[in-house]
């Protein structure tokens, strides 16, 4: 037989398991200890979330492929890959239960999304060999925009990088090509480098890794940490350095080095840039539609070489007066961006080279 102290343990440890399941009475708050209290309070608290909350078995999986914003295609299976364009823009499924391919592209690095290189070209057959012996193997199209070379430019590309895609450039000036190649583009990152030779593609890494780690727009800078230039005149120094001045004051940026080339951004943006130029300003134009657009801007380092073979099409003077006119017109645009130029021709796809006049 229980002792009269066993007795009122038993009673008082049933009373508190009963308070657990019954609702609290009135006066609750003189009758029961802290530890009652406590547990009380917990479990309504409990009560109010559970209210609060929907029951996922409610919506089963046809039922959400209805709701607004969700896909109306069969929901895919575990491990299922994602075809016709159903990513999100970065490498990565929109839809739960997929599995992205990474690969690897460094030694400690691996990424997903597809990487488009652009390279316009004119005369640089000779060039070539040294741009495309730079470019990493992980790269997954290469499209050369070939502004009516009269070399082989053409056939020494396909011959270095074979399934090369060549636009051949409706219009003239980098500008224009460049808008031509970014057409073309499959891949999830866009890099747009030179081929002269001045740009390395080794330092495409670099690019892309800013973009994966939450960059939008990468630039490339031969003014910043590590970078340099072994090919800019004194002249061309100065003026970036004038016309850099004149940008971050006037859109709140921290560039250092405007107007180099050497630029990566997400596919998803180029909307975004709306670039509407068909010279060398170019360059100067995504930087600062970049801005406008607050994407997210990151500078990396760049060694910029010498043209090894033929003369460079570079106005120190002409192009600064061209870019700084530039500033001004977007400084005084606000966020309007102008449609299409008549001069921004339709470029011409390899398949219809033949056709060409």
């Given at each position: 037989?229980?002792?009269?102290?066993?007795?009122?343990?038993?009673?008082?440890?049933?009373?508190?398991?009963?308070?657990?399941?019954s609702p609290a009475p009135a006066g609750w708050g003189q009758q029961l200890g802290l530890r009652d209290r406590l547990v009380l309070l917990h479990r309504s608290a409990l009560a109010l979330r559970d209210r609060a909350r929907v029951?996922?078995?409610?919506l089963g999986l046809?039922?959400?492929?209805?709701?607004?914003?969700?896909?109306?295609r069969p929901w895919p299976a575990v491990g299922e890959q994602l075809v016709n364009g159903s990513g999100n823009g970065n490498g990565h499924s929109a839809l739960r239960g997929t599995q992205p391919r990474y690969r690897p592209v460094s030694d400690g690095m691996a990424i997903a999304p597809t990487v488009s290189v652009v390279i316009p070209a004119m005369n640089e057959a000779a060039n070539l060999p040294n741009v495309f012996a730079t470019l990493p193997e992980w790269i997954d199209q290469v499209v050369l925009v070939d502004g009516r070379s009269a070399d082989d430019t053409i056939a020494v590309a396909r011959a270095l990088w074979p399934g090369i895609t060549v636009v051949l450039q409706g219009g003239v000036g980098k500008g224009?090509?460049?808008?031509?190649?970014?057409?073309?583009?499959?891949?999830?990152?866009?890099?747009?480098?030179?081929?002269?030779?001045?740009?390395?593609?080794?330092?495409?890494?670099?690019?892309?890794?800013?973009?994966?780690?939450?960059?939008?727009?990468?630039?490339?800078?031969?003014?910043?940490?590590?970078?340099?230039?072994?090919?800019?005149?004194?002249?061309?120094?100065?003026?970036n350095r004038g016309l850099n001045l004149l940008v971050n004051s006037m859109f709140g940026t921290q560039y250092s080095d405007l107007c180099y080339g050497y630029?990566?951004?997400?596919?998803?943006?180029?909307?975004?840039?709306?670039?509407?130029c068909p010279g060398f300003e170019v360059e100067a134009l995504m930087g600062i539609r970049a801005a406008k657009a607050r994407l997210r801007i990151h500078e990396v380092?760049?060694?910029?070489?010498?043209?090894?073979?033929?003369?460079?099409?570079?106005?120190?003077?002409?192009?600064?007066?061209?870019?700084?006119?530039?500033?001004?017109?977007?400084?005084?645009?606000?966020?309007?961006?102008?449609?299409?130029?008549?001069?921004?021709?339709?470029?011409?796809?390899?398949?219809?080279?033949?056709?060409r006049p």
């Open positions: 037989m229980p002792t009269s102290t066993q007795h009122q343990v038993g009673q008082g440890v049933w009373q508190r398991a009963q308070l657990r399941r029951p996922e078995t409610m046809a039922a959400m492929s209805s709701l607004p914003g969700l896909p109306t224009d090509a460049l808008l031509a190649g970014f057409a073309a583009c499959t891949g999830d990152i866009i890099v747009a480098m030179d081929a002269d030779g001045s740009t390395d593609g080794r330092e495409i890494i670099r690019f892309v890794s800013a973009l994966v780690s939450g960059a939008d727009f990468v630039k490339g800078s031969r003014f910043a940490s590590a970078g340099r230039s072994d090919d800019i005149t004194a002249i061309r120094r100065y003026g630029n990566a951004f997400w596919a998803r943006h180029l909307g975004k840039l709306a670039l509407d380092p760049s060694h910029e070489r010498p043209r090894e073979h033929g003369a460079s099409n570079l106005h120190a003077v002409r192009d600064g007066c061209r870019i700084l006119r530039l500033i001004v017109r977007e400084r005084f645009a606000g966020s309007r961006h102008r449609g299409p130029k008549p001069f921004l021709a339709d470029a011409i796809s390899t398949s219809q080279e033949s056709a």
